[in-house]
Structure formats: C-alpha cells, structure tokens
C-alpha cells in the first residue's frame, strides 16, 4: 500500500535516460539497448566469438591453459547504457542500481547446484575510499533469489592493485599476483563455489581469485560478471 503511494507520488523512473521504468528497472529503451553476449563463447571462459554459426567450443587460451575455475559466465558487453550504469553504479555512489543490474543477471544466468556465493573482495583502502564493495551488492542480490549464503570475509584482498585495463599483457597477471588471500581455509573445502564480480576486464583477477579458493580447498568454482570487455 505504502508502496503503491509512493510510486504515485515519485514515479519510479529509469537509472539511465530518467524516464518512465517499472520500479526497481531500466526502461524498454535502455534494456533494448543492452548488447547481451550470447554463444557461440569459450565453454570455459565464456569468451564471445565472431562467428554466428558455430557451437560452444574451447578458446585457444583456454586449450592450453589449465583454468581455476569450470566455466566464466558474463552476460554483456562493457560497453553503452551497461557501462555507463556500471560506473553510476561503481564510481558515482549509485548503490541503487545493485537491483535492476543484478535483475539483469538473474535473468540471463541459472544457479548449477551451488554452495556458497563469494564475491570478488576490494583491497581495506579502496573499500575505505568507495564506501561500498560492488561486487558483494551484486552477490546480496543472487543469494536473495538463490538462497544461498555469501561468504565475503574469507576471501580478502590483502594487497592494492592498479586497474587491470591500464595494463598490458604480463602486466596483468603480476599486478594481481599474491594480491588475494583466504582466512580460514576450512570456509571453502569441498564447497562449490559461484564468484561473482562486476567486470570481466582480462581474467587475471577472476583467474588469481579461482588459484587461491582452489588452494583453500574449493571443490569447484564457476564465474559470473555482469559484464565484459571483449576486443572483437
């Protein structure tokens, strides 16, 4: 009822363009806009290939790389309304936005039998900057629905990083290498594990977090981000 009210009151209205939206939504014309990545991808790291007709198959990197994780799942492009609510979201405060992004991702992503949701952790001095981890709204949104448990205190982020989409090849992998640790080992033996973080940007990060939760004993890890960086 009171709901109701003050939907008449303040109409809720689109986090992008400001206009009409279901609450809690984006608008037809922004959702429309999405660019969704869809197969054929990688079967293990989920990246979208230029051939329309084709099946899921293994990337080259992932045929010659062994991966920490059984699959990466993104759901869109990093690119337009997507980015442009990542960063409201991430960089402008808009915690809001947790609810129609994670909409989007419990729409297009179905939960395979998991234990426990872990969310991709920000070092104490971004989190202290920030005032919030995207990556754990994110989660709260798909455990909600999921009713799973999120375990954000185990997987810590023990040593700051310069952003990923800064650097450069081997770059990469050593900015972020040693960078994660775990608490208590025994949080994640023989649990099947869904990571979650923001943005897919090279797969370091996600790749450095699968190595640490496997060494902690995690049984089995799959990935999903809200959106990706592809160079097509």
Known sequence: MMKAFLNLILPPICPICAQGAEDGRFCQRCFDSIRFIKSPICSCCGTPFVAEESEDHLCGVCIKTKRPFSKARSIGFYEGNLLEAIHRFKYN???SLSKPLGKIMLDRFSPNNYDLIVPVPLHRARLKERGFNQSLLLA???ARTYKLPIDYLNLKKIRATDAQINLKGKDRVANVKGAFAVEDDKAFDGKRVLLIDDVY???ATIVECGKVLKKAGAKDID?????R???L
């Open 229 to 231: 960086v592809v160079n």
């Open 93 to 95: 405060g808009k915690t």
């Open 223 to 227: 990935v999903l981000t809200l959106a």
């Open 140 to 142: 709260r949104e798909l």
């Open 201 to 203: 940007t090279t797969g």
